[in-house]
C-alpha cells in the first residue's frame, strides 16, 4: 500500500500570506487538503519589513489551513524570494586516477564539490545547488555517470543564493510562530515543479511568476534549470503607478486594477469612460479607460523587459514558450503584452492537475505554495533510505519533543 | 650509466650550508625561540633577548641576552617601546657578536609590547648590518588587547618593514582558531608558538636547502609582497598512502588559510613540496591539480620541490601567502557591536544647526524627574563617600561637553542661559558604570526622536529649554545640599555628548534620492537598474524623459 505523508507549504507573499497542506501519496500524487490564506501586511517586495504583522498574518494562515485541513502543521517548507536572490551556473572538472577507468561514486561526490566550491559573497548562502547534468569526456547530459567509463567528469550545477541575513530573517519570523522551517526554497523553483510539465521543461521554457511584489523567473532548457532570478517589480508597483496616476488612494487603486484594468489600450475607444467609486459606491470622479491601461501596460512591459534583461541569451532555445503565473498573470491583456516584450508563445497557466481542492490549483496565485509541496516530495524522494530501526528512533525523537512541548 | 647524484652535487655548491641564526625577542619571541629549542626542527644559533631578566631565566636558548641590563635592572619594559628601544640599544654590540657570522637571521618578536616593538627594529638593523639576510616573524596583537597596542605594533612594523629582507606577519587574532573554544588559553599560546616555528623552519628550509626545482628568498619575498599584508601560512606533513593528499589537507587546515578559502584572493601562492627519496612526479602532480581548485587561475604560483633525505617516507607541504589586511578583515564575520548602535546612527540627522541645539536640551528635561526620585531615596540610604572617585569621573567627563558647548553658535538669547546647564554638576558623585546603562539608551533614543522631528519649531525649542531651567535646577540645589551620588544627571550629560557630537564626525552629504516619488516603496530598498529607480511610476519617469 502507498504510505503517504503530509507536507505544508508557507509562502509569505507580498499581497497574501498562503499556507498549502498536502498530501503527497508515495506514487507521486498530491492531494490538496486545505488552504490557509491571509493578505499579508509589513512584507514589500516580497521581504519582511515588519515583523509582528507578518507574525499576526502568518498566524491567521496557519489557523485557517489547519481548520480547513484537519491537520496539525509543525513543519513548514518556506518559499522566499527577494532582490538579494542570485544564481549562477558552475561546472566542476574531476579527472579520474590514472589506475581508473569507471566512474564510482566517490568520483561524482569529488566532481560535486569541486562544482559547488564556488565563491560566492561572504555574506550570502547557498539556498539550492542543483545537479544540472554530468559530462563524461566532454558528452554532455549523462544523467547517471556511475559505472560509465570515463576519464574526465565534470558535474554542473545551477547554483541559487542569497544574502544570509535576510534568508535568516524569514526563517527566525517563522520559527518565533513558533513553526519549524523544514526547509529554504527558492520560490520560483518551487513554482516550476508544479507549472511546468515535463515535457515543457525538455523543449525549454521560461517561467515567469509574476507576483505582487516580485517578478520570479526559472529557465529551463533540455530539462535542467538554467536561470532563476528575481526582479525586484511586480503587481505593487503597477499598482502604484495606478494610484500616483489617478490620484487616488492604494487601496481603491488596487480594487481599480483588479476590476477594470488591463493592459491594452490600443483597442479602447479614445473618450471611453472609467467612474471610480468609493467605498460607499459614490461616485468621486472619471477617468478614461485607456489612460489607466496605459498607466498599466507601460510598467507591466517595463517588469517584463527587466526579466527580458535577465534571460536574454537563453531566448532562443524556448521550444515551450513562456508560462505566466503568479497573481498578475490574471490580469487582463498581459499574455499579450509579454508576447510583445519576448516574442514567443505565451501561455498563462496555474499548478498542474493535483487532486483536491479544485479552485486552488487553477488559481495562479497558489503555484507557488502548492510547488513546495511538490518540491518537497521531490525532495523527500531524494533521501537515502532509512532503515526502519533509525526511522523509529526519529519516530521517537519527535514523539518525546511533542511531550516536552 | 652512472648514476648522477643530484643531491650530493647540490650540496657540493654550498659546502656547509647556510648558517642560520634565530633571534627571539621579548615574551613571545622567546616562547618561539624556546618551541625550536625544544623541538630540534632547525639547525640554527638560537638567540633568545629580552628585557626581563626572569624570563630570559626560565628560557631554553642557549645564548641569552639580556637587553639593558644597566637602564633596565633586569625589569621588563612595562609595554613602552621606546624603552624597549633603548635598552637594545645599550646592549647593541652584545647584539652584533651574537648575530654576526650568520647567514640568514631570523627575527621573531610579538609586536605591541615594549620589548618585541621597541627592541626588534633595533635588532633588525644591526643584524643588516653584519651583511646577513633579515626575515622577520612577527605577530600583531590581539585585537581585545586594545587600540594602543595596536598602534605601537603599527609602528614597530613599519621600521621592521625598512630593515627586514622579509616580514612574515601573523594576525593573533587569527591565532585564536587554532584551537577548540573549550580548550585552554595555554594550549591556544603553545599552538600559536608552534605555527611560528613552523613557518620558521619552513622558511629556512626552502630558502636554504638545494631542490630540484628551487624557491630562493626573492620568491618569498612576492609571495609576501602584499602591503601591510598578513601572511597566509600552511604546514602539512604526513606519510604513507595518499601522504599527498593528506599533506596538502592539512596544510590548508591551518586557520591562517581558513580551509582554503582565504586563498580565492591571492595573487601569488608560494608552494613547496618536499619529500624524501621516494617522491613521484605523480604524487606532486596530485598535490598541485588538487591545490589548484582552491586557487583561483590568475594567481601566480611559485613553486618549489625540494627532496630531503631527512623526511624518510614522509612529504611536507607549505604553502606561504599574503594577503592584504583588508581583504582579511572583509573575510571574516561582520563586527557584532555596530548592531546596537545602528538605530542611534540613523536616527542622527543631517547636520543642520537648530538639531544639535534641541539635543542639547531634550535629555536634561527628561532626566528631570528621575533624579529627583533618586535624590529621595538616598535620603534614607547613607552615601557612600568615595572622594578619588568623584576626581576620577570628574578629570574624565568634564572636558567632553566642552568642545559641545563651543560648537553652539550663540544665536538665539536663550541658549546662552541654559547652554551650561547640561554639564553643570561635574561636582557630583559619579556612579557605578552599571548604573549608566539602563539609563542612557533610552535618553539616546529619546534624543534621537526629538532630532528626528526637525519640523518642530524654534519655539518649542525655546519652550523646551524654559522647562529644563525650572525643572532641572531645584534637583540640582538639593543635590548640593544633600551631596548626594544622582547618576542620570552624569549619564544624561554622556549620551549629549555622544549625539550632539554625531553631526560633526559624520560628513557624509545627502544624496538627493528622496526627490522622486516612490509612493509605497518609500521605506524598502531601491530597485536601481541602469541609473533609474524602478520604484518610481514607469509613466513618471517617461514623462521626464520625453520633457529632456
Known amino acids: 500500500m502507498a504510505k503517504s505523508t503530509i507536507y505544508a507549504g508557507l509562502e509569505i507573499g507580498t499581497h497574501k500570506i498562503c499556507v498549502v497542506v498536502g498530501e503527497a501519496k508515495r506514487d507521486g500524487a498530491i492531494k490538496i487538503l486545505g488552504v490557509g490564506q491571509a493578505p499579508s501586511r509589513g512584507v514589500r517586495k516580497g521581504e519582511i519589513v515588519d515583523f509582528e504583522k507578518v507574525q499576526t498574518c502568518v498566524n491567521d494562515a496557519l489557523v485557517r489551513a489547519e481548520d480547513r485541513s484537519d491537520v496539525m502543521i509543525r513543519n513548514v517548507f518556506l518559499g522566499v524570494t527577494g532582490a538579494h536572490i542570485e544564481s549562477l551556473n558552475n561546472r566542476g572538472r574531476h579527472r579520474l586516477p590514472d589506475d581508473q577507468t569507471e566512474i564510482t561514486e566517490d568520483d561524482v561526490e569529488e566532481a560535486k564539490e569541486i562544482a559547488r566550491s564556488v565563491s560566492i559573497p561572504q555574506s550570502n548562502v547557498f539556498l539550492h545547488s542543483v545537479t544540472r547534468q554530468y559530462i563524461v569526456d566532454g558528452v554532455e547530459a549523462v544523467r547517471q555517470p556511475i559505472g560509465r567509463e570515463g576519464r574526465v567528469l565534470e558535474a554542473d550545477y545551477h547554483i541559487i543564493h542569497g544574502i544570509r541575513g535576510r534568508v535568516q530573517n524569514a526563517i527566525r519570523c517563522v520559527r518565533e510562530i513558533p513553526l519549524e522551517v523544514e526547509d529554504v526554497v527558492f520560490n520560483p523553483v518551487a513554482a516550476a515543479q508544479v507549472v511546468l510539465t515535463r515535457e515543457a521543461k525538455m523543449q525549454g521554457a521560461l517561467m515567469i511568476d509574476f507576483g505582487a511584489g516580485t517578478c520570479d523567473y526559472v529557465l529551463y532548457e533540455d530539462g535542467m534549470i538554467t536561470a532563476s532570478g528575481c526582479v525586484p517589480l511586480g503587481g505593487d508597483h503597477i499598482t502604484n503607478d495606478v494610484a500616483m496616476a489617478l490620484q487616488i488612494p492604494n487601496g481603491r487603486a488596487e480594487r481599480l486594477k483588479v476590476e477594470e484594468g488591463s493592459v491594452l489600450y490600443d483597442e479602447v475607444p479614445e473618450g471611453e469612460m472609467l467612474s471610480i467609486e468609493d467605498d460607499t459606491g459614490l461616485v468621486l470622479g472619471e477617468v478614461e479607460r485607456a489612460f489607466l491601461n496605459e498607466v498599466m501596460n507601460l510598467r507591466t512591459k517595463e517588469i517584463l523587459i527587466q526579466v527580458r534583461v535577465r534571460v536574454e541569451e537563453h531566448l532562443g532555445r524556448l521550444g515551450a514558450g513562456i508560462y505566466l503565473t503568479g497573481g498578475v498573470s490574471l490580469m487582463k491583456g498581459v499574455d499579450a503584452v509579454a508576447r510583445e516584450v519576448f516574442g514567443i508563445k505565451v501561455t498563462r497557466a496555474g499548478s498542474a492537475p493535483v487532486s483536491g481542492i479544485t479552485a486552488t490549483f487553477e488559481n495562479p496565485q497558489y503555484s507557488a505554495p502548492i510547488g513546495l509541496i511538490r518540491y518537497a516530495q521531490i525532495l523527500d524522494s531524494e533521501k537515502p533510505f532509512l532503515s526502519p530501526l533509525k526511522r523509529l528512533g526519529r519516530r521517537m525523537q519527535e514523539l518525546l519533543s511533542s511531550v516536552t512541548l | 650509466m652512472v648514476e648522477y647524484d643530484r643531491s650530493q652535487s647540490s650540496e657540493g655548491a654550498s659546502k656547509t650550508g647556510p648558517r642560520i641564526c634565530i633571534v627571539g625577542i621579548g615574551g613571545a619571541g622567546s616562547n618561539v625561540v624556546d618551541r625550536i629549542t625544544l623541538d630540534r626542527i632547525v639547525e640554527a644559533t638560537l638567540i633568545c633577548a629580552h628585557t626581563d631578566v626572569r624570563v630570559l631565566g626560565h628560557s631554553m636558548a642557549p645564548v641569552k641576552i639580556q637587553l639593558g641590563a644597566e637602564l633596565m635592572k633586569g625589569i621588563g619594559a612595562g609595554g613602552?617601546?621606546?624603552?624597549?628601544?633603548?635598552?637594545?640599544?645599550?646592549?647593541?654590540?652584545?647584539?652584533?657578536?651574537?648575530?654576526?657570522?650568520?647567514?640568514?637571521?631570523?627575527?621573531?618578536?610579538?609586536?605591541?609590547?615594549?620589548?618585541?616593538?621597541?627592541?626588534?627594529?633595533?635588532?633588525?638593523?644591526?643584524?643588516?648590518?653584519?651583511?646577513?639576510?633579515?626575515?622577520?616573524?612577527?605577530?600583531?596583537?590581539?585585537?581585545?588587547?586594545?587600540?594602543?597596542?595596536?598602534?605601537?605594533?603599527?609602528?614597530?612594523?613599519?621600521?621592521?618593514?625598512?630593515?627586514?629582507?622579509?616580514?612574515?606577519?601573523?594576525?593573533?587574532?587569527?591565532?585564536?582558531?587554532?584551537?577548540?573554544?573549550?580548550?585552554?588559553?595555554?594550549?591556544?599560546?603553545?599552538q600559536a608558538d608552534q605555527l611560528i616555528a613552523q613557518s620558521l623552519r619552513a622558511v629556512s628550509t626552502i630558502t636554504s636547502t638545494p631542490g630540484l626545482v628551487k624557491l630562493g628568498l626573492d620568491d618569498l619575498t612576492t609571495a609576501l609582497a602584499a602591503t601591510n599584508g598578513r601572511c597566509?601560512?600552511?604546514?602539512?606533513?604526513?606519510?604513507?598512502?595518499?601522504?599527498?593528499?593528506?599533506?596538502?589537507?592539512?596544510?590548508?587546515?591551518?586557520?591562517?588559510?581558513?580551509?582554503?578559502?582565504?586563498?580565492?584572493?591571492?595573487?601569488?601562492?608560494?608552494?613547496?613540496?618536499?619529500?624524501?627519496?621516494?617522491?613521484?612526479?605523480?604524487?606532486?602532480?596530485?598535490?598541485?591539480?588538487?591545490?589548484?581548485?582552491?586557487?583561483?587561475?590568475?594567481?601566480?604560483?611559485?613553486?618549489?620541490l625540494g627532496v630531503d633525505a631527512k623526511l624518510g617516507d614522509a612529504i611536507a607541504i607549505t604553502l606561504i601567502s599574503s594577503l592584504g589586511l583588508s581583504q582579511l578583515n572583509a573575510h571574516a564575520t561582520a563586527a557584532p557591536p555596530s548592531e546596537m548602535l545602528q538605530p542611534r546612527a540613523e536616527a542622527a540627522p543631517a547636520p543642520r544647526r537648530e538639531v544639535p541645539v534641541k539635543k542639547a536640551v531634550a535629555p536634561p528635561l527628561m532626566h528631570a524627574e528621575p533624579v529627583a526620585e533618586l535624590l529621595f531615596k538616598s535620603e534614607e540610604i547613607t552615601p557612600p563617600a568615595h572622594p578619588p572617585a568623584v576626581e576620577a569621573v570628574e578629570s574624565i567627563q568634564e572636558p567632553e561637553p566642552e568642545p559641545f558647548i563651543e560648537e553652539e553658535e550663540p544665536t538665539f538669547l536663550d541658549e546662552a542661559e541654559f547652554a551650561p546647564a547640561p554639564p553643570a554638576p561635574p561636582e557630583i558623585a559619579p556612579t557605578p558604570a552599571t548604573a549608566r546603562i539602563p539609563v542612557r539608551t533610552p535618553v539616546a533614543r529619546e534624543l534621537a526622536e526629538a532630532a528626528r522631528a526637525k519640523e518642530s519649531t524654534l519655539a518649542s525649542v525655546v519652550a523646551r529649554s524654559v522647562t529644563l531651567q525650572t525643572e532641572f535646577a531645584p534637583p540640582q540645589d538639593e543635590l548640593i545640599s544633600f551631596d548626594n551620588p544622582p547618576p542620570p544627571a552624569v549619564t544624561t550629560i554622556h549620551a549629549t555628548t555622544i549625539v550632539a557630537r554625531k553631526p560633526a564626525s559624520d560628513p557624509q552629504q545627502t544624496f538627493s534620492l528622496g526627490e522622486e516619488d516612490r509612493g509605497r516603496f518609500k521605506d524598502t530598498e531601491p530597485s536601481i537598474v541602469q541609473g533609474e529607480d524602478l520604484d518610481v511610476p514607469t509613466w513618471m519617469r517617461l514623462k521626464k524623459k520625453l520633457r529632456r
Open chain 2, 80 to 190: 613602552d617601546p621606546d624603552l624597549g628601544r633603548e635598552a637594545a640599544l645599550f646592549s647593541r654590540e652584545q647584539i652584533r657578536q651574537s648575530v654576526e657570522n650568520h647567514d640568514i637571521i631570523f627575527i621573531s618578536a610579538g609586536l605591541g609590547g615594549g620589548t618585541g616593538s621597541g627592541a626588534a627594529p633595533v635588532i633588525a638593523e644591526i643584524a643588516k648590518g653584519t651583511g646577513a639576510l633579515v626575515l622577520v616573524v612577527a605577530t600583531m596583537p590581539f585585537s581585545f588587547e586594545g587600540r594602543r597596542r595596536l598602534a605601537q605594533a603599527e609602528e614597530a612594523l613599519e621600521l621592521l618593514q625598512k630593515r627586514a629582507d622579509a616580514l612574515v606577519l601573523f594576525e593573533n587574532n587569527r591565532m585564536g582558531e587554532l584551537i577548540l573554544p573549550k580548550d585552554g588559553i595555554q594550549k591556544a599560546f603553545n
Open chain 2, 232 to 304: 597566509l601560512f600552511g604546514f602539512g606533513e604526513a606519510r604513507g598512502q595518499n601522504r599527498g593528499t593528506e599533506a596538502l589537507k592539512k596544510a590548508l587546515k591551518s586557520p591562517l588559510i581558513d580551509q582554503g578559502r582565504l586563498l580565492h584572493q591571492t595573487r601569488t601562492l608560494l608552494v613547496h613540496i618536499a619529500g624524501g627519496e621516494s617522491l613521484t612526479l605523480v604524487e606532486v602532480e596530485g598535490v598541485m591539480k588538487q591545490l589548484g581548485r582552491h586557487v583561483p587561475d590568475q594567481t601566480h604560483i611559485l613553486f618549489g
